[in-house]
């Protein structure tokens, strides 16, 4: 691909690779704006979850992660990218610019990182009780640096402390009806649908004593999903910025993502906790916890049995040749 032009199609591998990021209840809520010289990340705010996620913290974060795909694929296509964070302030839904102008350098520091960014996958079953080496866990400490933010595992007692904080933030959200409609919102069995949780990826509920898992399946009632056993001695992480406005949940983004890359291609599984970082008083409980910045994400790691990938929309349903007004897109932000 060297010197010539991006063409269309290479545009749209780009893009495929891209929604492959993690996002909050698999809500992709982002839109792409694709030129040859470069690729517009937009937030699209009719896919908020105005509940949980009031100020869209998490979902610039989910933004921030697909940035962080969009650099991997580009490097792959021998373009040199070059991010720019909310390039207009004018446009507040517009969150990052990816120019693919410059051709690749020598090395450019994401080699085996495509390849991964389509095997990572969230997962939410037991993991197996054998150790993570350390160099592995140093490993991923190393990724968080290298975006600007900070990773911390934590020790036994303090994630018992985590726990406590885990299980309150799931009480209080568990009682809350908004709570519920918009988790069953985007919760759904409908094989055909492309983003929402599906029921095929929900995993066991966990035995008392260990982290509360956000339960996907609160509102439809299935018997079928059992209490399994989770591993002895969970790796846990608190992911921290230093600051907490926009860049640095962009930062923090593609921070996780870069995170979750290394794990996938060191054969490694992963799974997600936000619920604590949901409310404003749990969230401080966690940052005095981790003591490393505001805390953007919780987040285990071990060996894992595979799990099924969960759904994309298709690249033609969000790719847009020039900027468009997103449904609520006027009170964004503002
Ligand atoms: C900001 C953010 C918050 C998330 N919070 C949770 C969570 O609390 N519990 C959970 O199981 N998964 C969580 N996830 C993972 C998403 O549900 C997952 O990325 C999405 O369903 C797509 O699945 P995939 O990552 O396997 O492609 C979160 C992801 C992001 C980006």
Wanted: net charge positive.
């Amino acid at each position: 691909m060297s010197d010539r032009q991006l063409t269309e199609g290479d545009l749209d591998d780009l893009i495929a690779a891209a929604v492959r990021a993690p996002s909050l209840h698999n809500t992709q809520p982002w839109r792409f704006v694709a030129r040859p010289e470069a690729i517009e990340v937009h937030a699209d705010p009719s896919r908020a979850l105005r509940v949980i996620d009031p100020d869209a913290r998490e979902l610039t974060l989910s933004c921030g992660a697909t940035v962080f795909n969009l650099r991997v694929a580009a490097a792959r296509a021998k373009r040199e990218p070059h991010v720019q964070l909310l390039p207009d302030p004018e446009v507040p839904t517009h969150l990052a610019t990816v120019w693919l102008d410059r051709p690749v350098l020598a090395g450019a520091g994401y080699a085996g990182m495509y390849d991964a960014l389509w095997r990572r996958r969230m997962n939410r079953r037991p993991f197996r009780d054998a150790e993570v080496p350390e160099p592995r866990l140093a490993e991923l400490v190393e990724a968080a640096k290298a975006e600007g933010a900070a990773l911390r595992f934590l020790r036994r007692h303090e994630l018992a402390e985590l726990l406590a904080v885990a299980r309150e933030a799931d009480r209080r959200q568990r009682c809350d009806s908004a709570y519920r409609a918009e988790l069953a919102a985007w919760t759904t069995d409908d094989p055909w649908r492309t983003d929402g949780i599906h029921s095929s990826t929900l995993g066991p509920y966990p035995q008392v004593n260990f982290l509360p898992v956000r339960d996907f399946g609160l509102t439809r009632l299935d018997s079928a999903r059992r209490i399994e056993r989770f591993e002895s001695d969970p790796k846990v992480a608190v992911l921290a910025t230093a600051g907490d406005d926009r860049p640095d949940w962009l930062r923090a983004g593609q921070a996780l993502q870069r995170v979750l890359v290394v794990t996938a291609m060191r054969g490694l599984a992963a799974s997600l906790f936000s619920q604590p970082l949901e409310l404003t008083d749990l969230r401080r409980a966690v940052r005095d916890l981790g003591g490393i910045g505001a805390p953007q994400m919780i987040l285990r790691v071990g060996h894992g049995r595979a799990v099924l990938p969960s759904a994309r929309r298709p690249v033609r349903d969000v790719k847009d040749l020039v900027p468009r007004v997103a449904p609520g897109a006027q009170r964004w932000r503002r």
